[in-house]
């Protein structure tokens, strides 16, 4: 069983910036950050495997960077030009099975933070 634990969340004005973290208690392969605005489907916004790759979702291309650094098991996302609209809970996933590409799906996560939240004001 992996814990794992979010931070970095907060209130900001639009096109401000924020840093998540999120620290795995043990190995990961795949991770990623999920968000959910209330009233809406939590989506997956970035993925990353072990090795580097990346996903991204298309509404925070060029925005958002998701970032691990597997000695410390923790995982990043820089979150930049924060619109009204990436207001929502953000939540860290990650699975330990070994996965050749990590995609932004829930199905494929095993292991859930309990979320940070970002809101961001116009």
């Known amino acids: 069983q992996v814990q794992l634990v979010e931070s970095g969340g907060g209130s900001v004005q639009a096109g401000g910036s924020l840093r998540l973290s999120c620290a795995a208690s043990?190995?990961?392969?795949?991770m990623a950050w999920f968000r959910q605005a209330p009233g809406k489907e939590r989506e997956g916004v970035a993925a990353?495997?072990?090795?580097?790759?990346?996903d991204y979702a298309d509404s925070v291309k060029g925005r958002f960077t998701i970032s691990r650094d597997n000695a410390k098991n923790t995982l990043y996302v820089q979150v930049n030009s924060l619109e009204p609209e990436d207001t929502a809970m953000y939540y860290c996933?990650?699975?330990?099975?070994?996965?050749?590409?990590?995609?932004?799906?829930?199905?494929?996560?095993?292991?859930w933070g309990q979320g940070t939240q970002i809101t961001v004001s116009s």
């Open positions: 043990g190995y990961t392969n795949c």
């Open positions: 996933a990650a699975a330990a099975r070994y996965r050749v590409y990590c995609r932004r799906a829930k199905d494929e996560y095993n292991f």
């Open positions: 990353i495997h072990r090795d580097g790759t990346t």
